[in-house]
């Protein structure tokens, strides 16, 4: 077999310009990066080869859009060139150059990749300052009731928020519906109006804004507002999160439709779980089951059936794929081995309203 060829081919100042400026045009902050590290491509004194087919990822593969002309207009500075290539022969550990740092920064914001927005602002230490200003805009955007634009701002400015207690350092704050579900959910409702569905109206609202946003301050910069501007921007809000909230709609009415099959036998496990005793349900249950299992409320929630699948993990899942969704479910034990997830609302809620939940 015919030896590989193992030379290096020489990276020229196109080469580099193309794939800093591939890099600035998508908002990647990671390939940024890598870009200068001590094996990189890039440099001289390095063994990789940029033009093999392991490196084809940091290559342009798009050269004919707007963002990535604009970039290779800046790269191409004579000035930061020159910086550039400082930063590839150095030993030490490089220094990026901020104006590049800057443009990819805001073209991530653009192209909401949040995560690699707030890297990148972090590294300029303008990240927080950058939250204040889209919250400032969404603000604005609010007191005008241009409610698309102001859903926009918010999601865009919780999107910058930053971990400071991440393991091994700091890193974005990523979305974690799935465990924030869980922690709404953390406490068993040993009464039916303990239930986070069946919670007053402006408790709901404000609980589900500081889901939705993943952000509790958020959440308070909205409290002031207007009950029917919040509402909307709630429903924006879930448009956003959820482009098949619809179908989970159609899947929560026949969740509703077999919570109704199972009738009185529910309402009295509830009252037995609060009276001390073993669920008379439960030998009931068994006798059915093959007929009708309870389990099929969570399993037609979440649109499939999750093999032996506890309550927690129907809810994580559902948290996922419809965040909003967990704002309208509870816990229900059927016996002292069984937990479903199962819908619960209130008839008269202002957010069951506006999110068409109302099942006839």
């Known amino acids: 077999m015919a030896k590989q060829n193992t030379v290096k081919r020489p990276v020229t ?62 790269v191409s500075q004579g000035k930061l060139q020159r910086f550039v290539q400082g930063e590839l022969e150095k030993k030490g550990p490089p220094q990026l150059p901020s104006e590049l740092v800057l443009r990819l920064a805001d073209n991530a914001l653009r192209l909401e990749k949040y995560t690699a927005a707030a890297q990148a602002y972090e590294l300029l230490r303008v990240r927080r300052r950058m939250q204040e200003e889209l919250f400032r805009q969404a603000d604005e955007a609010l007191d005008r009731n241009e409610i698309p634009r102001a859903v926009h701002g918010y999601v865009a400015a919780t999107g910058l928020e930053y971990d400071y207690a991440a393991f091994p350092e700091p890193m974005p704050a990523v979305p974690n ?21 069946l ?109 032996n699948g506890e309550w927690w993990q129907y809810l994580k899942d559902l948290a996922y794929a419809h965040p909003a969704a967990v704002m309208f479910v509870s816990r229900q034990a059927i016996s002292k081995d069984l937990e479903i997830i199962m819908p619960r609302y209130r008839q008269d809620s202002p957010l069951v309203q506006t999110l068409e939940l109302i099942v006839a």
């Open 177 to 197: 519906f799935q465990t924030r579900a869980l922690l709404l959910h953390a406490e068993y409702p040993h009464r039916p109006e303990d239930s986070l569905p």
């Open 199 to 307: 919670q007053a109206a402006e408790t709901q609202i404000t609980t589900a804004l500081g889901y939705l946003l993943l952000s509790a301050e958020a959440a308070t910069r909205l409290q002031p507002r207007p009950l029917e501007q919040r509402l909307a921007f709630i429903k924006e809000l879930v448009r956003r999160r959820d482009p098949d909230w619809k179908q989970f709609r159609e899947r929560y009415a026949q969740a509703c439709a077999l919570v109704r099959q199972f009738g009185e036998r529910l309402e009295r496990m509830a009252r037995d779980a609060s009276a001390g005793g073993k669920s008379t349900l439960e030998n009931e249950i068994r006798s059915q089951q093959e007929q009708q299992d309870p389990r099929q409320v969570s399993a037609t929630l979440l649109g499939r059936e999750i093999p």
């Open 13 to 74: 100042q196109d080469d580099i310009d193309r794939c800093l400026a591939r890099a600035i045009a998508e908002g990647d902050i990671v390939d940024f990066r890598f870009l200068f590290v001590p094996f990189s491509p890039l440099r001289a004194d390095s063994t990789e080869d940029l033009q093999s087919d392991k490196y084809a990822y940091l290559r342009p593969r798009d050269e004919d859009n707007a963002l990535f002309r604009d970039a290779m207009r800046l």
